[in-house]
């Protein structure tokens, strides 16, 4: 494609460019959506949730072929439509100024060629015997006739460099798509020519796994650009990076955590070998029961696990649940995964017709046994306040980055004891706290001095007369007094420090409407 001349820029009809250009990009917006659900019924029948054997397991692999092509070609149709979008601006851009170069030529009586040139006019000469100042006057003229020229040339001059730079962007549209079976390498004849142009092209092939540091909106943005063989081929190289990677939705942690799991269990010599049979234990309960449960973070290696009941992908209300001093992963995920669930299901009780999803949360080792001695410093809820922040950071940005139905769920932090320290940590980390409400539950005191430095709109507390743990102040000011600011959860005056998710006392129920949503803070 040349450049036109002048008069032809300045009637382009730049409004139809926008509107092409517009309509190929919400073409190209339905892919993405349309793409998540077909690998949403892929990893169905990969799991044989609703059709099994060869025939399933055919479909599936073509589904996951199909995820890959439109991967590549949403990919490219990206690409183009940045070349495109320069291409329209550009030409508005010579359209206007051509116009106006051609206006002010003819309000000024210069004349310009088809090339956009002004024609010099023939030389004016003085009439004879004029006056000096008639002649001033004359060439006073000559030279304002001179200026417009040069006005009215650097007009016509911007303007056909302009279109020229549109016609370069226009000629390089198609390069993106022509690695895909585009026009300039000929439109394949049927999928299968498609599929095959993809896989030359290397699109089978995932992207390198983000370094250490990356933002979990960074992670979530590379997760989305993958097709799904990509993503399933990175879940199966490196499950023990892949399953604590934040950013990432829950269904991929889960796949992969499960894959560490299973490899964990192979042999009982295996470091966190008791933490994957509790973990394994929870996940068979809640299947054999029918209830969907996800293992979003195992770490055999530093004795982490989160266990997830509901579906952290899509539930409205989620909770997570700090443990404080004494727990075990190997010995109390059980029981903390009961609580998970008491409050759970008291937040329905709240709420009816919420979805809700509670957090089993071991993601730090709190101190127990003989390193309990430990609880009277920070270390362990600094470790655990950075994975904490990170985990509500990475679950946001999954949610967000979701092309189906990216959403803002309400979360809310049940931190208990020790727990809370980890949650005043997580305050403390870079970036807002990713929660919508705190739950400090029988604190033994909170660095900061009220409960803005918590980085929470929410803040609530349950102390008990009978729980020595929440005046002894250890950490700092303690949780329930005026000053600090929060709001009071109800509690029996013979709560004791370890009763807070009983039934029997009137916390957890007040618990399940902060977590609701419905609870409204005084």
Same mark, same amino acid.
């Given at each position: 494609?040349?450049?036109?001349?002048?008069?032809?820029?300045?009637?382009?009809?730049?409004?139809?460019?926008?509107?092409?250009?517009?309509?190929?990009?919400?073409?190209?917006?339905?892919?993405?959506?349309?793409?998540?659900?077909?690998?949403?019924?892929?990893?169905?029948?990969?799991?044989?949730?609703?059709?099994?054997?060869?025939?399933?397991?055919?479909?599936?692999?073509?589904?996951?072929?199909?995820?890959?092509?439109?991967?590549?070609?949403?990919?490219?149709?990206?690409?183009?439509?940045?070349?495109?979008?320069?291409?329209?601006?550009?030409?508005?851009? !010579?359209?206007?100024?051509? @116009?106006? $170069?051609?206006?002010? /030529? +003819?309000?000024? *009586?210069?004349? #310009?060629? &088809?090339? %956009? =040139?002004?024609?010099?006019?023939?030389?004016?000469?003085?009439?004879?015997?004029?006056?000096?100042?008639?002649?001033?006057?004359?060439?006073?003229?000559?030279?304002?006739?001179?200026?417009?020229?040069?006005?009215?040339?650097?007009?016509?001059?911007? !303007?056909?460099?302009?279109? @020229?730079? $549109?016609?370069?962007? /226009? +000629?390089?549209? *198609?390069?993106? #798509?022509? &690695?895909? %079976? =585009?026009?300039?390498?000929?439109?394949?004849?049927?999928?299968?020519?498609?599929?095959?142009?993809?896989?030359?092209?290397?699109?089978?092939?995932?992207?390198?796994?983000?370094?250490?540091?990356?933002?979990?909106?960074?992670?979530?943005?590379?997760? !989305?650009?993958?097709?799904?063989?990509?993503?399933?081929?990175?879940?199966?190289?490196?499950?023990?990076?892949?399953?604590?990677?934040? =950013?990432?939705?829950?269904?991929?942690?889960?796949?992969?955590?499960?894959?560490?799991?299973?490899?964990?269990?192979?042999?009982?010599?295996?470091?966190?070998?008791?933490?994957?049979?509790?973990?394994?234990?929870?996940?068979?309960?809640?299947?054999? !029961?029918?209830?969907?449960?996800?293992?979003?973070?195992?770490?055999?290696?530093?004795?982490?696990?989160?266990?997830?009941?509901?579906?952290?992908?899509?539930?409205?209300?989620?909770?997570?649940?700090?443990?404080?001093?004494?727990?075990?992963?190997?010995?109390?995920?059980?029981?903390?995964?009961?609580?998970?669930?008491?409050?759970?299901?008291?937040?329905?009780?709240?709420?009816?017709?919420?979805?809700?999803?509670?957090?089993?949360?071991?993601?730090?080792?709190?101190?127990?046994?003989?390193?309990?001695?430990?609880?009277?410093?920070?270390?362990?809820?600094?470790?655990?306040?950075?994975?904490?922040?990170?985990?509500?950071?990475?679950?946001?940005?999954?949610?967000?980055?979701?092309?189906?139905?990216?959403?803002?769920?309400?979360?809310?932090?049940?931190?208990?004891?020790?727990?809370?320290?980890?949650?005043?940590?997580?305050?403390?980390?870079?970036?807002?706290?990713?929660?919508?409400?705190?739950?400090?539950?029988?604190?033994?005191?909170?660095?900061?001095?009220?409960?803005?430095?918590?980085?929470?709109?929410?803040?609530?507390?349950?102390?008990?007369?009978?729980?020595?743990?929440?005046?002894?102040?250890?950490?700092?000011?303690?949780?329930?007094?005026?000053?600090?600011?929060?709001?009071?959860?109800?509690?029996?005056?013979?709560?004791?420090?370890?009763?807070?998710?009983?039934?029997?006392?009137?916390?957890?129920?007040?618990?399940?409407?902060?977590?609701?949503?419905?609870?409204?803070?005084?």
């Amino acid at each position: 494609m040349s450049a036109p001349g002048l008069t032809a820029v300045a009637g382009w009809d730049t409004a139809l460019l926008d509107g092409a250009v517009s309509t190929l990009e919400a073409v190209g917006e339905r892919l993405p959506p349309w793409r998540a659900r077909v690998e949403a019924v892929a990893r169905a029948l990969d799991d044989a949730q609703c059709w099994s054997g060869p025939a399933g397991q055919q479909a599936a692999r073509a589904l996951g072929e199909v995820s890959a092509v439109v991967t590549a070609v949403t990919g490219a149709l990206g690409s183009s439509l940045d070349r495109l979008w320069d291409t329209a601006r550009q030409a508005r851009t !010579a359209q206007e100024l051509a @116009a106006q $170069a051609l206006a002010e /030529a +003819a309000a000024l *009586g210069v004349t #310009l060629d &088809a090339a %956009g =040139g002004v024609v010099t006019p023939a030389p004016s000469v003085p009439p004879e015997g004029a006056s000096l100042e008639a002649l001033a006057g004359h060439h006073a003229g000559m030279a304002e006739q001179a200026a417009a020229a040069v006005r009215v040339a650097g007009l016509a001059a911007d !303007a056909l460099h302009a279109a @020229a730079v $549109a016609a370069a962007h /226009a +000629a390089g549209t *198609g390069e993106p #798509l022509a &690695a895909v %079976g =585009g026009p300039a390498a000929g439109v394949p004849a049927d999928f299968t020519g498609l599929s095959a142009a993809v896989a030359l092209g290397g699109v089978w092939q995932p992207s390198c796994l983000p370094v250490a540091g990356t933002s979990p909106e960074a992670v979530a943005a590379w997760w !989305a650009g993958l097709s799904e063989p990509a993503r399933q081929f990175a879940v199966r190289a490196e499950p023990h990076l892949v399953g604590g990677l934040d =950013g990432l939705p829950a269904w991929a942690r889960d796949q992969a955590n499960r894959l560490v799991l299973e490899r964990t269990l192979e042999d009982p010599r295996n470091t966190g070998y008791a933490a994957a049979r509790a973990a394994a234990a929870e996940i068979a309960v809640e299947e054999a !029961a029918g209830r969907p449960v996800q293992l979003w973070l195992f770490d055999p290696w530093l004795e982490r696990a989160a266990v997830a009941y509901g579906d952290l992908d899509t539930a409205d209300d989620v909770a997570l649940l700090v443990p404080g001093i004494t727990n075990d992963v190997g010995t109390d995920l059980d029981d903390l995964g009961a609580n998970a669930q008491a409050v759970s299901a008291a937040a329905l009780d709240a709420a009816p017709a919420a979805s809700v999803a509670t957090v089993a949360w071991f993601g730090y080792r709190p101190p127990a046994g003989l390193g309990t001695v430990r609880a009277v410093t920070r270390g362990r809820a600094a470790e655990g306040g950075a994975a904490l922040a990170g985990d509500l950071a990475g679950l946001a940005a999954a949610r967000a980055a979701d092309v189906v139905r990216p959403s803002d769920p309400r979360v809310a932090v049940l931190a208990h004891s020790y727990g809370t320290v980890v949650a005043d940590e997580a305050g403390d980390q870079p970036g807002q706290l990713a929660a919508d409400a705190l739950v400090l539950l029988g604190s033994p005191g909170i660095e900061e001095y009220d409960v803005s430095g918590l980085e929470v709109p929410e803040v609530y507390d349950a102390s008990s007369p009978f729980d020595p743990v929440s005046y002894l102040g250890w950490f700092g000011s303690s949780t329930w007094e005026e000053s600090f600011g929060s709001t009071a959860l109800p509690t029996d005056w013979h709560t004791l420090h370890t009763e807070y998710y009983s039934h029997w006392h009137p916390t957890l129920a007040a618990m399940g409407e902060v977590v609701a949503g419905t609870r409204q803070p005084g």
